[in-house]
């Protein structure tokens, strides 16, 4: 019998073509574009930049398992340079121009805040951190937090703790400092209710532009008035000042809470241990035992020398994993099928299950970090923690 090579030949051709099929139909198929800024520059780019890899992270992970509706994804991602009407300029650029498919979300909550309604008037669902709580109380029906960042519960997990410190324990005099813009005034929401529930007296109660030139005389302020807790109510470059201004006063209070920044890896970076024992908030955390975590946190340990994700690299992810289920729930990218299936489903991410109510947000999470041996830990809620807490806060070196 003579073996026909040509047709042997042809027929390995037409085996290995429909082998390698399925990988020429998805790189054939368009792209799903998203679009968005983010601050990559300016003030809160320390955050951005981790919110941007995380995004980045969830798209590499998407497209590894064969994209959105079968069809790969990529971003269209501008720079807003910490400035929110650039954010909103950006956005519709991107719905308008650009013609994206999907929006992504922003940071921070000034930006957020302002590309809600941009989004709402083009019909786009918009997953992000949001503009704390009063973006959310506008009756947006596009909007989600999922999580949000929300300034009204970032000090919850906190106050919640120390009222478990014996009262004689617990500080009686505070000092707040807070930035000026509606990031700031969010966080005063549960500084006013729990400082009263507490009796602890608000000494100082001032607020401060940004970029802030000098911390000096607040802590010298702070520290003549013997108030022995502080709040930093700002982002991380000025919460880093504060902390070298404490120091080289030698003002130490028993509790030092800081706003926006001290969870990045950058603080430590900057402060070293001078940065320890500061107490924040937060919506996730790296060790919590939802599905996902532990993949991310060897993502980052072999990319960046990380022993657990920073809490933005979660955020940009989380968002991104909110609005791929959900384009997926809805089998479309009609907008208003993504928004539909969002208000009626539970979305499972690496903070938690979540449903959304009227406003689109979850349940109040309240997670309360601090800083110990290097690593940001969890101490609140009890059966999450981490590692018990530090208090009071030990004296400077």
């Known amino acids: 019998m003579t073996l026909n090579l040509s047709r042997i030949y042809s027929l390995w051709t037409l085996v290995a073509c429909l082998v390698a099929l399925p990988c020429f139909v998805f790189a054939a198929e368009k792209p799903i574009v998203i679009g968005g800024s983010l601050p990559l520059t300016g003030q809160a780019a320390e955050t ?17 398992k064969g994209g959105l509706l079968g069809r790969p994804v990529e971003f269209k991602i501008y720079d807003d340079e910490s400035n ?61 937090g999922a999580p949000p960042l929300m300034g009204e519960w970032w000090y919850e997990g906190f106050f919640q703790w120390l009222e478990t410190v ?24 549960s500084i006013n209710r729990w400082t009263k529930k507490l009796n602890i007296e608000i000494a100082i109660d001032e607020r401060y532009d940004l970029p ?3 911390a000096t005389p607040m802590i010298f302020k702070a520290k003549q008035m013997n108030c022995d807790i502080f ?5 991380f470059s000025d919460g880093v000042m504060m902390i070298r201004a404490a120091k080289a006063l030698d003002y130490n209070p028993k509790a030092i809470v800081q706003g926006i920044g001290s969870i990045v890896p950058a603080w430590l970076k900057e402060l070293g241990k001078d940065g320890y024992y500061v107490f924040s908030g937060t919506s996730l955390h790296n060790k919590l035992s939802y599905p996902g975590n532990d993949k991310l946190n060897a993502y980052v340990k072999e990319k960046f020398k990380l022993d657990g994700y920073p809490e933005y690299f979660g955020f940009g992810y989380a968002w ?24 009626a489903n539970e979305v499972k991410t690496i903070c938690g299950p979540m449903t959304f109510d009227e406003k689109g947000l979850p349940q109040p999470i309240n997670f309360c970090t601090q800083i110990i041996d290097g690593q ?11 590692k018990a807490p530090v208090y009071p806060k030990p004296p400077w070196n």
């Open 48 to 64: 951005g930049v981790w919110i941007e890899r995380g995004m980045k992270f969830w798209a590499d992970e998407t497209n590894a």
């Open 84 to 144: 929110a009407q650039k954010a909103v300029t950006f956005a519709e650029k991107a719905i308008t121009v650009d013609k994206v498919d999907l929006l992504f979300g922003g940071y921070p909550g000034t930006a957020a805040r302002a590309v809600m309604p941009v989004a709402e008037k083009h019909q786009y669902v918009y997953v992000s951190m949001g503009g704390h709580m009063k973006s959310f109380e506008q009756g947006y029906k596009f909007s989600f």
């Open 166 to 189: 014996p009262p004689d324990k617990r500080p009686k005099k505070a000092a707040v400092y807070t930035m000026n813009n509606p990031i700031g005034g969010s966080l005063m929401d």
């Open 212 to 214: 802030l030139p000098d």
């Open 231 to 235: 709040f930093a109510n700002g982002l």
């Open 320 to 343: 991104m994993q909110t609005l791929g289920q959900a384009v997926e729930g809805a089998k479309s990218l009609d907008q208003t099928k993504i928004r539909d299936w969002l208000r």
């Open 376 to 386: 940001v830990e969890l101490i609140w809620p009890e059966k999450f923690r981490t």
